[in-house]
Structure formats: C-alpha cells, structure tokens
C-alpha cells in the first residue's frame, strides 16, 4: 500500500464510517434509530475516532517532502542540510539633488527615506555611489518594492535635499520561497556534491546569494582556470550592473582576482555577466468568439504569452535534458499556439510568427553568448 492509499484510506474512515461499523455490532433485536439510546451512547465516541482517522492522514501526510506542507516541509529541509529561502530586500539606486539640481554630497548611510502615495514604501541608504547616487534598500521585505521608481521624500530631515528620485531598481527582492518551489528544490535529482570550484560548487555559491534569481555556469570559457557566470535578479530578467558586481566582489574580487579572497577557489579566475535579452516579436492570426469582448480576449491573448515566456526563462538555467551538460532551449511555435487556443473566447488561430520568421528560435549558449528570451511586440491579426 503506499502513501497516498493509506492517507485516503484513513480520509475515508470518518465519523459516519465508525458509527455504522459500532451499529452494524449492534444485535439487531435493539433499537438503533437515530435518537435511540445506544445511537446516542456510540455517537460520541465515532466522532473522536473519525477526528483521530483524520489526524492519522495529516500525520502521514506531513512526513513525507511529497506532502508535506509548512513548518512541517521546513523540518525535512532542515534534514537535507537546507532551509527554506527569506524574503528578500528590495535594493534600489536614487538620485538626490540639492537646489542646484547638483548631487547632493551630505546624505549618510542610515538616512531614510520613503515612497509617495497611500501606503509608502521606506527605504534606508546602504551605501553612497561614486556619483553621489545613493544605493536604498527597501526596510519592508518582500517583492511588494520591486515596481517602484520615481520621487521619494526624506523621512530623516534634510534641509538641503531640493529632489529624491529612484532610477533604477539595482536588484529586485524575492518573497518567501513558497512550498512547491521548496519541494521540488528538495527532490530535485542531482548526484553531484559540490566541491573544489566543480559546477555544482558555484551554482550552489550563486544559491546563496540572495539577490540572484538565477545562473548558468560556463567552465573553461577562456582558458584553463577561468569561469563565467551569467546571472539573473530575483524577477528572472537580466542582472543590473550594479548586482553584477556584487555577485563578482563575493566570488572573485576583482582587484584581487584568482587569489581565493571571495567564494572561488585560488586559481579561479571568475567572470560575471548577465545575459543578452533575445527579444521576439509575435504575429498571430485568430478567430474570436462574437458573443466575447474582444479587448478582454486580446489582452487575455497577451497574457498567455507572457505567462510562457515566463515559464522559459524559470526554465533558462535547466541543463540539457539530452546530454545532462551545457543549456539548451528552443522557442516553439506550437507551444505559443497551444497557450492562446487556451484562451476563453479563442475559437481557432494559426501558428504565429516569431521576428517575422516562420520558424521556431533557439537560443544560443555558448562561451561568448548567453541569451534570455523576452517577449516583444505582440501583434494579433483577426479571421
């Protein structure tokens, strides 16, 4: 019997289970109506065992990384010598300016702060840039800071601050690693240990770093000892070059490099890039419903590519499924097509072009290039 039968066998024996297996024990030269008194005197007592048949399933349940949910998947992560990834913080780069519209040169770390609108977002300055920007960090853990550019206000009174403004997010936050990522973190097949500077060494090294969503590691790329790493931040697009250096200062320093004063090993010479954005343009041709709006279907249409253009690029640091080695990955015509004929309102369609072209795109991984699929314009042609 394996797990999932026992659970749904002890699902099944419920209160209304234990009570006819009590009654059925019942001579039936006695009353067992409803409202009878051995009705009454068995009830209670198939109430507990049925409550105790349900906690046996959620025990079963929660013991195994399949099934199990919550504190509970956090223990078995705990026994793999792993732990459930945090919240992250949001970091950002902001402009400050004085009344000159010059850099405003007297902002120190631990200034504050904060978004405009109803609920303000708080920053606290981290770091002062070489061009007098300043690096913030989001105080509030969490993806909830990602979208934010534009004006914010000082908390931390300034008397010479004119204008604050976020230009760039630097490196978006994470939320809480959820169950499903976690579990299948946790059962996800790899027999390699990492070690000595071995692909499963750095990829287990880009892991720790919060700020990086995701990497893909080139050995060799130039020569013997050196190593690239082309990353990207927690929303699955390009690294800025601001978290390009981060991660390359942790790994392998670079006035130092190949010395062994970051994460690397000595003789390590590591690069860190992030990927070329592949952009693909859409055409698609189809056939609405007329009983649906058509904006809604269309913007429905829209979503549905972007949703597997996400799912690419969850998917853009998978090793080769055929050899186990090195990356791969094709953008397929059909698949898009199959997204939109998902669509509620979408009656037929044909298959769509990508870039003009009528032939699906593979990406290219290689030494010199690396390249992240990003959906462009997407153009929908009606019957």
Do not use: C
Request: glycine residues 6%.
């Amino acid at each position: 019997m394996s797990p999932n039968e026992l659970v749904e066998e002890f699902q099944s024996r419920d209160y209304q289970y234990f009570l006819n297996k009590m009654l059925d024990a019942v001579p039936e030269n006695i009353d067992k109506r409803e409202g009878s008194i051995i009705y009454d005197a068995l009830a209670p007592a198939a109430m507990v065992i049925g409550q105790q048949s349900l906690s046996m399933a959620n025990i079963i349940k929660e013991t195994y990384i399949k099934t199990a949910e919550g504190e509970f998947l956090d223990y078995r992560a705990a026994e793999h010598g792993t732990e459930r990834y945090p919240a992250t913080h949001t970091e950002a780069k902001a402009k400050v300016l004085d009344d000159n519209q010059e850099p405003l040169k007297n902002v120190k770390v631990g200034d504050r702060f904060a978004s405009i609108g109803d609920s303000p977002i708080f920053y606290t300055v981290v770091s002062i840039n070489n061009d007098y920007t300043v690096q913030l960090q989001a105080e509030v853990a969490g993806s909830s800071a990602n979208a934010y550019i534009g004006q914010v206000i000082p908390v931390t009174p300034n008397d010479a601050l004119s204008w604050a403004e976020i230009i760039e997010i630097t490196a978006p936050a994470r939320d809480t690693e959820t169950d499903d990522h976690l579990r299948n973190r946790l059962l996800s097949s790899s027999s390699w240990i990492a070690y000595g500077g071995n692909i499963a060494d750095y990829l287990d090294m880009l892991s720790k770093i919060s700020e990086v969503g995701a990497g893909q590691v080139y050995p060799t790329w130039d020569g013997a000892g050196t190593v690239k790493l082309v990353i990207l931040d927690n929303k699955l697009m390009p690294a800025s070059s601001t978290l390009v250096k981060q991660v390359k200062d942790k790994i392998d320093p670079e006035d130092k490099e190949a010395q062994g004063y970051g994460l690397a090993p000595i003789d390590h010479r590591v690069t860190v890039v992030a990927p070329d954005r592949l952009k693909i343009d859409i055409a698609i041709t189809v056939k609405l419903d007329d009983n649906k709006a058509p904006n809604v279907v269309r913007a429905n249409i829209k979503g549905a590519i972007e949703g597997y253009f996400e799912m690419l690029r969850g998917q853009w640091n998978k090793t080769d499924s055929k050899t186990g080695r090195g990356y791969s990955m094709v953008i397929y015509r059909s698949k898009i097509l199959s997204q939109v004929m998902l669509v509620e309102g979408v009656i037929n369609a044909q298959l769509p072009q990508l870039n003009g072209g009528s032939n699906d795109v593979t990406l290219a991984f290689n030494n010199q290039t690396s390249q992240l699929p990003v959906l462009g314009d997407v153009t929908i042609n009606e019957q």
